[in-house]
């Protein structure tokens, strides 16, 4: 059933758009007038595997077989327009304008012709695809649907036929010392009997040899050592023989095992004077390995250096022990380039000397942000006052500065800074110049080691962490120290202080994948609270809770933080996962069990906070693609009496969250605030700058497109709120609830308090992205098209009573350029 709202927009565009669109079906249809005679247009293409075939993940193997194709239809700009008509129709002789060369080669792209010849080799190399995982029996041929003005829509038609199924494998080698470590390495081989023969399995079967092979010392074994796949499908019907074989040496060191021999290490790398011959001042030996420096002094400690090779001499080649030294050594984030050389001996030669050369980065290095804004926002009304719109325009300066080697340990100390003003241009009695300060700065020292305090260790000997998991922390992780303070000031409503300190860990596990830990913190945080403020916070009980002088304090564990980057597959979907969970007070609570008023004042703040970001994607092209983000959060006190800290609570609203409502401008729930409501009973979502929630949920959809040269475009829907976790008497309807039910409170009046799916707020836009590749520019245009509480027929609040409102009450009725709020940020909002 569509809503009434949304169906009174389908009725405006039905009004108002059928030229628009009759004109845009003229032009598709026309397009095929600039063909000559002969000629046809592509117009659609599909992959259609035979029904009956059994084939496993039919969508992914008709996509793969898609790809193979020999042509490719034209796509449309903006969705509709025929890109081939814009080429097409500026294609003459005289159209050699600007604007005519702008729709020809940025907008347009030339036709795609219908080819038989293509087609029949698009299906021979369908056919080869099929085969080659393991459908020896598949066949496919093209169908040309030809339509009326001079189109064809090509249809692929595969059948696979049966599959084989691998019946033995068989690996051999003439070495047998090759041979013999194949046997032993067979058994982890994903080519097992029984299993559906694909020959991709066989490449990377070969690569895992492979790589098995030299981190045995084969130091240069290769793939291409292998001779071609044998199958032999007569034996059995439906089944395969598979046998494996490494071809005769054709030189003698490539079956050679091979020693580590010499390890030297240039720092400060120049290849001038390597190719000068100059002698190296700096001459140095550490754990086995020679280091040379064209200083007499080291810039860098070979020890820290030492620590980062895994290479050691008189050892067994190890291909592993190679990647690892380049990994870490790439890692301390001091050299622009790592080389390895990889060079035998003269005088042994089953021995290779290696020679790494570091070429130094920059040792510091400043950077600088600058953000311009500008919004509307209300004062809290004061006595004898009332509430006042300020125009504001906003400042924000971020000045960074790095050293890369702050300490000759390849210690990274960042140090940054923030200073930001929203100033009103036109001051006043009751709204000053300055509306808000915010200043913050912070350190952070990394050192390129893991340094444990013994808890890692403690929980090593216990059996919680496993002894490979710790090896990788001692190999990757970074300790960090940081120090960090905040001041913000909000004109009316309030200031605090916030001053932190951390120790943990940065911990990168795999290319795509992070940790980030902090153990030991400590935050100090202070509130000071204007008068009109200190007002509502009398007559809100939980709000006041969570808005006071706290001290967040973790001895063992406060935060863990896990980063997953999502790579493409063939499709080009890819999925990334973010998620936090922070928690403070922890040991407050356990003492507190048996200390009697460890904290009489409450100062000691105890909560938990958890977040999971997940980020789906799905790239069409280059400059095509779909994004979507699942935020959900929620954060709990220890004790039912208290509140999570406001800073630490949750909010919707802003560019990068719920785009046509302002930062903590929504919620929580189905909660209005009675200030946010002007005379006129419209509201300003401006004002509320304290509407938070313990508990978030919100989804976002974009499509992203490219629109001409650097300029990006973007289309956008957002779904989401903030709630309570519990009942708050002071703020009616802000509870999240999986069902509606009637509240009928002593003292207040009833109301339906509705569940929260039908608390969530929509909005949608469009976006324009100037894409300048260091940085991207954003501008969004949003709207409200569903609200978090139901409205009347004038586009006012509802009355709050015990009325179940239908869902058509929360739904924009009627258009109001007002209603659009423009967003600007840098990058992409999610």
Request: include cysteine; charge should be neutral; aromatic fraction near 12%.
């Amino acid at each position: 059933m569509v809503p009434e709202g949304m169906g009174i927009l389908a009725e405006g565009l039905r009004r108002t758009a059928p030229a628009a669109l009759l004109a845009l079906v003229l032009m598709a249809c026309n397009v095929t007038k600039y063909l000559d005679e002969g000629q046809e247009l592509l117009a659609r293409q599909q992959v259609e595997l035979a029904k009956k075939s059994k084939v496993s993940n039919r969508s992914e193997v008709a996509y793969e077989l898609s790809t193979l194709t020999k042509q490719k239809p034209n796509g449309n700009f903006l969705f509709l327009f025929p890109r081939e008509h814009f080429y097409l129709a500026n294609n003459k002789a005289k159209d050699t304008t600007r604007i005519d060369r702008f729709l020809r080669n940025t907008i347009g792209q030339p036709p795609t012709l219908y080819s038989d010849s293509l087609s029949r080799r698009s299906a021979a190399l369908m056919t080869d695809f099929m085969r080659y995982r393991g459908y020896f029996n598949a066949t496919a041929y093209h169908e040309a649907d030809r339509r009326r003005n001079q189109r064809v829509n090509l249809i692929y038609h595969v059948d696979p036929g049966r599959r084989y199924l691998i019946d033995s494998v068989d690996y051999s080698s003439p070495a047998p010392a090759i041979d013999s470590l194949l046997q032993v390495l067979k058994t982890g081989s994903a080519l097992q009997p029984g299993a559906p023969l694909d020959l991709t399995a066989f490449d990377a079967e070969k690569a895992r040899l492979s790589t098995a092979l030299r981190n045995e010392g084969y130091a240069y074994f290769s793939t291409t050592y292998f001779d071609k796949l044998e199958i032999d499908t007569s034996q059995r019907q439906g089944y395969a023989d598979i046998y494996l074989t490494v071809l005769p040496p054709q030189e003698e060191q490539n079956y050679r095992k091979y020693r580590i021999g010499q390890i030297t290490v240039l720092t400060d790398y120049s290849p001038a004077r390597d190719a000068s011959g100059e002698a190296y001042p700096g001459d140095t030996l550490v754990e086995g390995i020679r280091f040379l420096s064209p200083l007499a002094t080291f810039r860098m400690r070979p020890d820290i250096l030492a620590d980062n090779i895994f290479l050691e001499t008189d050892s067994l080649y190890s291909r592993e022990a190679y990647e690892k030294t380049n990994l870490a050594l790439s890692g301390l984030g001091i050299y622009r380039f790592v080389r390895i050389n990889q060079l035998p001996d003269p005088l042994r030669p089953d021995v290779l000397n290696y020679q790494i050369q570091l070429s130094t980065d920059k040792r510091m290095a400043l950077g600088i942000d600058l953000d311009v804004n500008y919004t509307n926002r209300s004062q809290l009304p004061g006595n004898n006052t009332v509430t006042q719109n300020s125009n504001l325009i906003g400042l924000s300066l971020s000045p960074s500065f790095r050293n890369r080697n702050v300490f000759g340990g390849a210690e990274l100390l960042t140090v940054g800074l923030r200073g930001g003003v929203e100033i009103n241009p036109s001051p006043s009695n009751r709204a000053p110049f300055f509306n808000t300060v915010d200043l913050a700065a912070e350190t952070t020292l990394n050192l390129p080691r893991f340094k444990d305090f013994g808890l890692y260790g403690l929980g090593r000997s216990t059996g919680l962490i496993s002894d490979r998991f710790y090896q990788q922390l001692r190999e990757r992780a970074n300790t960090r120290y940081s120090l960090a303070y905040e001041y913000l000031f909000i004109s009316t409503f309030y200031a605090y202080n916030i001053a932190n300190a951390r120790l943990g860990y940065d911990f990168r596990r795999s290319p795509t994948t992070l940790y980030r830990i902090n153990h030991a913190a400590l935050d100090v945080l202070n509130f000071s609270v204007e008068q009109q403020f200190q007002d509502i916070l009398d007559n809100n009980q939980r709000l006041r809770l969570s808005i006071s002088d706290q001290y967040f304090v973790s001895l063992l564990f406060r935060s863990l933080e896990y980063s997953r980057t999502g790579r493409p597959d063939q499709r080009g979907r890819s999925i990334s996962l973010n998620a936090q969970f922070e928690l403070a007070g922890a040991e407050v609570f356990i003492a507190d069990q048996f200390i009697n008023d460890l904290d009489p004042n409450n100062q000691l703040a105890q909560f938990a906070v958890g977040l999971v970001d997940t980020r789906f994607k799905k790239q069409f092209s280059p400059l095509r693609s779909f994004a979507s983000r699942l935020l959900i959060g929620i954060g709990r006190p220890f004790s039912q009496d208290e509140e999570v800290p406001y800073v630490k609570q949750f909010f919707a609203g802003g560019a990068n969250s719920m785009r046509a409502w302002a930062p903590q401008g929504l919620g929580p729930g189905g909660y209005v605030d009675p200030l946010s409501i002007d005379n006129n009973g419209n509201i300003n979502n401006n004002l509320r700058l304290y509407q938070t929630g313990d508990l978030q949920l919100e989804v976002n959809f974009e499509y992203r497109f490219n629109l001409f040269s650097f300029v990006r475009g973007a289309v956008f829907t957002d779904i989401g709120n903030v709630w309570r976790v519990k009942e708050d008497p002071d703020r009616p309807g802000s509870q999240f609830l999986l069902r509606g039910r009637l509240r009928e409170d002593e003292g207040s009046t009833p109301f339906y308090h509705q569940p929260f799916y039908r608390q969530l707020a929509v909005d949608g836009g469009f976006g324009i992205r100037i894409d300048l590749s260091y940085f991207v520019f954003r501008l969004d245009l949003a709207l409200p098209l569903r609200y978090n509480y139901p409205r009347d027929d004038s586009g006012f609040q509802a009355v709050r009573d015990a009325t179940n409102y239908p869902e058509s009450a929360y739904w924009l009725r009627e258009f109001d350029l007002g209603e659009v709020r423009p967003q600007i940020g840098l990058g992409y909002p999610f």
